[in-house]
């Protein structure tokens, strides 16, 4: 970790190569992003996949999330939605936060799993508590057209105004639309919970994880 985290990659990639020899299933997932990634190695999402498989069967939550995500987009191995859904959900259950954003995107979808917005927003809430960034965005449009969940002003202002501070997508624009139709109590009662989620959600939205785009 330390070569890597200096750019050190192809000497990074020659002790997770000797450590996954071993069996390590975390030293094979991090070989499988440098093949991801084409860092210290030539690109190979085959490769790459095959490696993540290894660790996710091992029981490697960021390798479950990415074999998830790769089958779903059909990146490296022919694609499968149903299967790419068991590893997100396998992930997302044990608290990866970008599983339950993947996860969420399918269920909108009706990708792999049957369409279900509830369900949908169930995930996208888990993920956004946690601190993930597009979560906290998605969640924040849908209570503000009633998708999944019932209307509601204040969570719609809460959830786009966490989003918002980040820069996500258009986070700001869909909070001005939302802003202009709340009420001074839902104005105060919005800054107040604002408050609350800001100092509970850390920032968990910058480690790699392969992503679908919502629908």
């Not at 069996?23 to 094979?28: E, R, W």
């Not at 299967?83 to 909108?108: H, I, M, P």
């Not at 965005?137 to 002003?153: C, P, T």
């Amino acid at each position: 970790m330390s070569a890597y985290n200096r750019g050190a990659f192809e000497d990074a990639f020659e002790r997770f190569s000797t450590l996954a020899e071993t069996g390590d299933p975390d030293a094979k997932t991090w070989l499988g992003a440098l093949f991801a990634h084409g860092e210290g190695v030539k690109a190979s999402l085959p490769r790459a996949f095959a490696l993540y498989l290894e660790g996710a069967e091992a029981g490697n939550v960021l390798a479950q999330t990415n074999v998830g995500a790769m089958l779903v987009m059909g990146q490296g191995v022919e694609q499968n939605a149903a299967a790419g859904a068991e590893w997100l959900t396998r992930a997302a259950e044990q608290g990866d936060l970008f599983a339950q954003y993947n996860l969420a995107t399918l269920y909108s979808k009706g990708q792999g799993v049957p369409h279900d917005e509830a369900i949908a927003a169930g995930w996208y809430r888990k993920a956004a508590e946690g601190g993930h960034y597009p979560s906290q965005a998605r969640l924040g449009f849908l209570y503000a057209n009633g998708v999944g969940v019932e209307k509601d002003r204040v969570e719609a202002y809460v959830w786009l105004s966490l989003a918002a501070q980040h820069g996500v997508g258009n986070a700001l624009n869909a909070l001005e639309g939302v802003v202009s139709q709340m009420s001074s109590d839902e104005k105060r009662r919005g800054a107040a919970m604002f408050d609350r989620w800001r100092s509970r959600t850390a920032d968990s939205s910058q480690h790699a994880r392969l992503m679908p785009t919502p629908g």
